[in-house]
């Protein structure tokens, strides 16, 4: 049981999130990954330490290349940076895989605290791209940024979901990390139903990449058939388990164990 994923996004020198954490995801839950780089950064468990940019017209080019051959069964866009890569991303997906499914992590801060997104970007993100996903994955700093609310509980993330909804999302994966208390929840918006799964928080410091790991477990198992909510719950779990096995490693957030036995 493959399952192809175009991913695009940028690379995490540490390995830990970006490009390097979605092609571990993909290969260990048996799909293929193929891969656009959006951009270069220098980055460890400490943070963000530069950043360089790859020529839209060039990630337009590494779509295009891997769709005419290869053939795709779900797209998952991660970090990118500034508005020519979206409007260039969205460009391909409009005229090369308007119906292929999209998964958009709405990638916009790191772990560290750096900026993954330009305010331009943000804006375009929610005007051109958002409307083209068949699932977006905010967290709830994203989540306020796209929305404009401030997110307390998980009344807030009703609202904020439905209002992400009511701008043109298909659906909205509202992720709940950020959030207090024991209980972890995110909350599944699919247009009909709202889905909430809950999971007790791990204490633990070693969360580096849990956004782009959960959005690409997403996209792998809805490139594998599985209908969107079994996709969210299968992926829940295999990041759970990646967070609890962490190997430990960097002074500051580490990596998760992607290559951990998947059930």
Do not use: W
Request: charged share 15%; glycine share 12%; net charge negative.
């Amino acid at each position: 049981m493959k399952g192809r994923v175009l991913i695009i996004a940028g690379s995490d020198s540490g390995g830990g999130a970006g490009i390097q954490a979605d092609i571990k995801t993909v290969t260990a839950l048996g799909g293929y990954a193929a891969t656009a780089v959006t951009a270069l950064t220098a980055q460890n468990t400490l943070g963000v330490h530069g950043v360089m940019p790859v020529p839209p017209g060039f990630i337009a080019e590494q779509m295009r290349t891997v769709l005419s051959d290869i053939g795709m069964d779900a797209i998952k866009t991660g970090m990118l940076y500034d508005e020519h890569v979206v409007d260039a991303v969205c460009d391909v997906v409009k005229h090369e895989a308007p119906d292929i499914p999209l998964v958009v992590d709405t990638v916009m801060v790191a772990k560290g605290g750096a900026s993954l997104l330009s305010n331009a970007a943000a804006s375009r993100l929610h005007d051109r791209l958002m409307p083209m996903a068949t699932l977006i994955t905010p967290n709830i700093p994203e989540a306020e940024a796209l929305t404009g609310l401030h997110i307390r509980d998980e009344a807030d993330m009703k609202i904020a979901g439905e209002t992400l909804l009511a701008r043109g999302a298909q659906a909205v994966l509202l992720k709940g990390g950020h959030g207090e208390g024991q209980e972890l929840v995110d909350l599944l918006f699919d247009g009909k139903t709202l889905h909430r799964f809950a999971s007790q928080r791990i204490d633990t410091k070693h969360t580096h990449g849990t956004g782009c790991t959960l959005a690409s477990a997403i996209t792998t198992y809805m490139a594998q058939g599985q209908p969107m909510v079994n996709a969210v719950c299968l992926a829940r779990t295999y990041v759970y388990e990646a967070i609890q096995s962490a190997p430990g490693y960097g002074a500051g957030h580490g990596p998760l164990n992607h290559g951990h036995p998947c059930g």
